[in-house]
């Protein structure tokens, strides 16, 4: 009986320190109430030693990893950010491939963990060493998502060649441009492929198993909706409160191949995925009106479905170009107050907030070593590498914009004080005279006790002199605090007039 009772204690001594499936996870609610804020981060170069400052991690330098990642949690705390979408953790293809290390996105087993995300001086298994970043990520409050790609590598094909897609002279199919991956056969709605389906739950299980919150889906509209119902469905038996985040756009009307099937945002939404992308990528583009008829377009829509829905701010991704390069740093100033005051889910990649232009001095040229049979050092100009053993992204040979980090954090700390208004609060634009002048208001409902009053100026070359915008129900009593701006705001006889500089944004707080 003792040696019962003592085998009983072991276990549970054991157990205790387990995290099962689900245990602590309100990703999901959280994202629906609007109240992540997300960031996608590269382990590989998370925290880079780039102790010689070419930019590029040698031999002798410290590759970013799991075990280093931790160094950086506190300060990723202390920008507001409760959520890290890790771009994926899966190991690389090598043949075919792009950039000395080969491409995030190009996956090769679904099963294990990459093993240049690993600490080599660490006892821990490579799963352990995952586990402890998440665990590590818990302790602080802060969620972890992460990235399923979406096509297999060339790698991989050879494998497992059952899990491809090939054309009438059995040769695999490149999607659009994407020459280091080939595309699945998930099958279609009337008969999906049971081999890709089963390798994804095999994934499924694998995120599940290391204590993640939910996961991001790399293209979600190449695969058929009764793929994602099954795979949701699947997880959700395990985890409620799992959050699924579709990459998908409003804007995206066909499939990078005619081989690929092809199932837009709103389906993907029905299928049980939790939110989208939207278009805010487009918003480098967009003038005034263009911007406030999407913000109407997502209100109506996430308000359609029978189950809450949601969508993340993807103003700046690792597939768009640093806001820096395309129009300067109150672009980016311009993106942290969007998303501090608009009532979805911010959304940045990592080397934003410090102004990374994501500018390497050494890209595409001849590689001096390489882990693939690319001999080069493949880089998209201004987007964060994902190709290569890049340094840290942190503002690189410029060093971190003060003015960038500093608006990054009291915009995300007024949202923080804000959140009720913002995210429950109506939603009204608010009328300019000028195309590329926004405005927009969030009140309180059916009264007018608190509002919101955001403006901004979509040119990025003309001072806007003399603007004005009519207040409803403006009173001489309100009391009027200019969260942020320059000062040149006034309001007088139910109007707000100000001056605003290229680029620039305001945010004003009204109160009775």
Same mark, same amino acid.
């Given at each position: 009986m003792k040696k019962q009772v003592f085998i009983a204690l072991t276990l549970f001594t054991a157990l205790a320190g387990t995290c099962? *499936?689900?245990?602590?996870?309100?990703? !999901?609610?959280?994202?629906?109430?609007?109240?992540? %804020?997300?960031?996608?981060? %590269?382990?590989?170069?998370?925290? *880079?030693?780039?102790?010689?400052?070419?930019?590029?991690?040698?031999?002798?330098?410290? !590759?970013?990893n799991f075990i280093n990642a931790i160094e950086r949690l506190d300060e990723i705390k202390s920008l507001g950010i409760n959520t890290l979408h890790l771009l994926p953790i899966t190991p690389v293809g090598k043949l075919k491939a792009l950039g000395s290390a080969g491409s995030l996105y190009a996956i090769s087993d679904f099963t294990t963990i990459n093993e240049q995300l690993i600490d080599k001086n660490s006892n821990l298994p490579p799963k352990e060493q995952a586990k402890k970043f998440i665990d590590e990520c818990h302790k602080r409050g802060i969620k972890v998502i992460i990235d399923l790609p979406s096509c297999g590598s060339y790698d991989l094909f050879l494998m497992q060649p059952e899990l491809f897609i090939k054309d009438n002279k059995n040769i695999s199919i490149v999607p659009t441009d994407w020459t280091d991956v080939r595309l699945l056969n998930t099958g279609n709605n009337n008969k999906l492929n049971q081999d890709v389906l089963d390798a994804h739950k095999k994934f499924i299980d694998m995120v599940l198993e290391l204590g993640a919150d939910g996961i991001r889906a790399d293209v979600a509209t190449i695969k058929p909706s009764k793929f994602w119902e099954e795979i949701i469905r699947y997880t959700r038996a395990q985890d409620k409160e799992f959050m699924f985040l579709a990459e998908a756009s409003d804007s995206w009307r066909e499939p990078p191949s005619k081989y690929a099937e092809f199932t837009p945002y709103d389906e993907l939404l029905k299928a049980g995925f939790d939110g989208y992308y939207g278009s805010f990528f487009n918003f $480098?583009?967009?003038? *005034?009106?263009?911007?406030i008829e999407h913000l109407k377009f997502n209100n109506k829509l996430l308000k359609s479905y029978a189950e809450p829905k949601s969508v993340i701010m993807s103003f700046t991704t690792h597939d768009e170009v640093s806001p820096v390069i395309l129009h300067g740093e109150n672009f980016s100033v311009m993106i942290a107050w969007l998303e501090a005051t608009l009532p979805y889910n911010p959304y940045f990649i990592d080397g934003f907030p410090y102004g990374d232009e994501y500018i390497y001095p050494w890209a595409n040229g001849k590689a001096k070593q390489t882990d693939t049979d690319d001999d080069t050092y493949f880089v998209h100009r201004g987007k964060l590498d994902i190709f290569n053993f890049s340094r840290c992204p942190k503002g690189g040979a410029k060093g971190i914009n003060k003015r960038i980090l500093s608006n990054i954090k009291d915009a995300y700390k007024f949202r923080s004080e804000n959140i009720d208004l913002i995210t429950s609060g109506i939603f009204t634009p608010l009328k300019t005279d000028d195309e590329r002048i926004f405005a927009y208001m969030i009140s309180e409902k059916n009264k007018y006790p608190e509002r919101l009053i955001v403006l901004g100026n979509l040119d990025f070359k003309n001072t $806007? $002199?003399?603007?004005?915008? $009519?207040?409803? &129900?403006?009173? &001489? &009593?309100?009391?009027?605090?200019?969260?942020?701006?320059?000062g040149s705001l006034k309001i007088h006889k139910r109007k707000l007039t100000t001056e605003l500089t290229p680029g620039e944004i305001e945010v004003v707080k009204i109160s009775n």
């Amino acid at each position: 009986m003792k040696k019962q009772v003592f085998i009983a204690l072991t276990l549970f001594t054991a157990l205790a320190g387990t995290c099962f *499936a689900g245990e602590n996870n309100n990703l !999901r609610t959280l994202f629906l109430n609007n109240q992540t %804020n997300i960031m996608g981060v %590269n382990i590989r170069t998370f925290n *880079a030693q780039d102790l010689n400052g070419n930019e590029i991690i040698d031999e002798n330098e410290e !590759r970013g990893n799991f075990i280093n990642a931790i160094e950086r949690l506190d300060e990723i705390k202390s920008l507001g950010i409760n959520t890290l979408h890790l771009l994926p953790i899966t190991p690389v293809g090598k043949l075919k491939a792009l950039g000395s290390a080969g491409s995030l996105y190009a996956i090769s087993d679904f099963t294990t963990i990459n093993e240049q995300l690993i600490d080599k001086n660490s006892n821990l298994p490579p799963k352990e060493q995952a586990k402890k970043f998440i665990d590590e990520c818990h302790k602080r409050g802060i969620k972890v998502i992460i990235d399923l790609p979406s096509c297999g590598s060339y790698d991989l094909f050879l494998m497992q060649p059952e899990l491809f897609i090939k054309d009438n002279k059995n040769i695999s199919i490149v999607p659009t441009d994407w020459t280091d991956v080939r595309l699945l056969n998930t099958g279609n709605n009337n008969k999906l492929n049971q081999d890709v389906l089963d390798a994804h739950k095999k994934f499924i299980d694998m995120v599940l198993e290391l204590g993640a919150d939910g996961i991001r889906a790399d293209v979600a509209t190449i695969k058929p909706s009764k793929f994602w119902e099954e795979i949701i469905r699947y997880t959700r038996a395990q985890d409620k409160e799992f959050m699924f985040l579709a990459e998908a756009s409003d804007s995206w009307r066909e499939p990078p191949s005619k081989y690929a099937e092809f199932t837009p945002y709103d389906e993907l939404l029905k299928a049980g995925f939790d939110g989208y992308y939207g278009s805010f990528f487009n918003f $480098k583009d967009w003038n *005034a009106n263009e911007f406030i008829e999407h913000l109407k377009f997502n209100n109506k829509l996430l308000k359609s479905y029978a189950e809450p829905k949601s969508v993340i701010m993807s103003f700046t991704t690792h597939d768009e170009v640093s806001p820096v390069i395309l129009h300067g740093e109150n672009f980016s100033v311009m993106i942290a107050w969007l998303e501090a005051t608009l009532p979805y889910n911010p959304y940045f990649i990592d080397g934003f907030p410090y102004g990374d232009e994501y500018i390497y001095p050494w890209a595409n040229g001849k590689a001096k070593q390489t882990d693939t049979d690319d001999d080069t050092y493949f880089v998209h100009r201004g987007k964060l590498d994902i190709f290569n053993f890049s340094r840290c992204p942190k503002g690189g040979a410029k060093g971190i914009n003060k003015r960038i980090l500093s608006n990054i954090k009291d915009a995300y700390k007024f949202r923080s004080e804000n959140i009720d208004l913002i995210t429950s609060g109506i939603f009204t634009p608010l009328k300019t005279d000028d195309e590329r002048i926004f405005a927009y208001m969030i009140s309180e409902k059916n009264k007018y006790p608190e509002r919101l009053i955001v403006l901004g100026n979509l040119d990025f070359k003309n001072t $806007k $002199k003399d603007v004005r915008i $009519k207040i409803p &129900k403006l009173s &001489k &009593k309100d009391k009027v605090d200019i969260i942020h701006g320059d000062g040149s705001l006034k309001i007088h006889k139910r109007k707000l007039t100000t001056e605003l500089t290229p680029g620039e944004i305001e945010v004003v707080k009204i109160s009775n």
